[in-house]
């Protein structure tokens, strides 16, 4: 029996060859999709859940008589992933004294971290809270408060933050959330509008 000759075993070698050369390409193709999409998944930006948990209000005095009012509440950032951490670029927090969808008239505050919210990064499954701060002039004190008696506020929170997964990091990312309707006012300040200070309110979830 006459054995396959040179030529012919050098021919089927290039006939299967490219397809070969395919099902490596399509399995090159099919790893580097898994590896991009698991990428994606961990590197996804963790669920972050904004509370206010104190709302108080603090009636400053002058030698004029009425010398404003102070508005503090404390915000709480929750970070619920397991695996990511969060540090915030930049975060505003405005009050409105309204909970309409159109702010006409609203107060920046002025935010201060009360643990490492800020200045360092957030570990994940933790939370951190800051405190803001609005004051209310003399001059505005009526129209902005209800003279002390509107219990309908909204809270805006704006933050730019970014995200790390060991010592992966992600791009920065726009969050914004609104709190309401917020409390500042005890239901019986009509009555106690000379009080030096009000009592905390209840928690408020921001969405």
């Not at 219990?151 to 959330?177: E, P, Q």
Request: glycine fraction near 4%; proline fraction near 5%; include cysteine.
């Amino acid at each position: 029996m006459a054995s396959p000759s040179p030529l012919s075993s050098a021919s089927r070698l290039r006939a299967l060859n490219p397809k070969h050369y395919i099902l490596l390409a399509l399995t090159a193709t099919l790893a580097v999709a898994v590896v991009v999409t698991v990428f994606f998944i961990v590197m996804s930006p963790a669920r972050i859940h904004f509370s206010v948990t104190n709302a108080s209000s603090h009636r400053l005095q002058s030698y004029a008589g009425d010398g404003g009012v102070l508005l503090n509440l404390t915000l709480a950032s929750n970070n619920t992933s397991r695996r990511a951490a969060v540090r915030y670029q930049s975060m505003f927090v405005d009050v409105s004294n309204n909970t309409g969808p159109q702010w006409v008239y609203w107060i920046r505050a002025n935010v201060t971290p009360t643990t490492g919210v800020l200045a360092q990064w957030q570990p994940r499954a933790s939370v951190a809270t800051v405190t803001a701060t609005v004051l209310v002039g003399a001059g505005s004190t009526k129209a902005f408060t209800g003279n002390m008696t509107s219990h309908r506020f909204s809270v805006k929170v704006t933050a730019v933050a970014r995200f790390k997964v060991g010592i992966a990091r992600t791009r920065l990312y726009d969050i914004m959330v609104v709190c309401r309707p917020i409390d500042f006012f005890p239901r019986d300040s009509c009555s106690r509008a000379s009080a030096a200070a009000s009592a905390a309110q209840p928690v408020a979830y921001c969405v």
